[in-house]
């Protein structure tokens, strides 16, 4: 009986070893699978687009050849073109959304892996230049995953004057001021702002964002166990997506795309109350599929 017994634990001791290898290779597989997904590199030509610059005014067409060759929306092609060397520094946009660049693939938590621009010695690198930016532009990477799901990672710009973004980093901290710069060894980026919406609520956004949704804990279920949208006092965690939709949300513009309880990086991306300011290392006909 004892030695029955003995069989017994031997055996569950052996399937829960094996289901633990089994957990473990699938998250592997699925990491390897979606590694790629995190940065895309041009399939199509680099075309001559000086001609297109060197137009007094630009068309629809015009524009959208430019998003495909250089990565940048019609809000920052007008504001870039105003410039004294505008026609240069666009042209030096596309050289760098066309260039290729070295990606790793490093754990920055117990369950999360995130991809970065690295240079010869993979010592992460600023891979491009930011396109113009306001208080109140969103921003946005798919750099991060875990458990085999790209989850992305989102921020909101707080003071661009300073280049000063708000950011729940990860699990395990608390929401903070973040330098805006270290979006630029991210190999996927995207800039959004809102349409229609002026400068002035903007700023109104970023200083609500700033005011209320600092040195708040990390917390992977906001939504799920508590409401989405409580009065500001009431907050007791959040997460990256959280922390852009909630002052958004605030001023009347729900940003959450599929209105799950869960507000994902994702979902913002997809949201039609933004125009595209600037992508990188994202494909112009599927922002985030």
Known sequence: MSNLKYKIKHRKSFIAFLTI???????????????????????????????????ASLSQGDYKELFYQTGLGETAIDEILSQSNGKENVLKFQETFFKKSNILCEWIGIITKQESIVNNEKKPMYGFNLAPYKNGYVLITKATHSLGWRHGHAGIVTDAQNGETLEAVILGTSTMLQDINKWRVYPSFIMLKLKDVSGETLAEIAAFAKNNMQDIPYGLTVGLTSKKNPAPQNIKSTQCAHVVWYPLMQFGYDTDYDGSWLVTPKDIANSNLFEIVQIYGVNPKEIWP
């Open 21 to 55: 290898i089994i957990i473990i290779s699938a998250i592997n597989i699925a990491d390897k699978i979606i590694e790629p997904k995190g940065h895309f590199s041009p399939d199509y030509e680099k075309n001559d687009i000086t001609v297109i610059l060197d137009k």
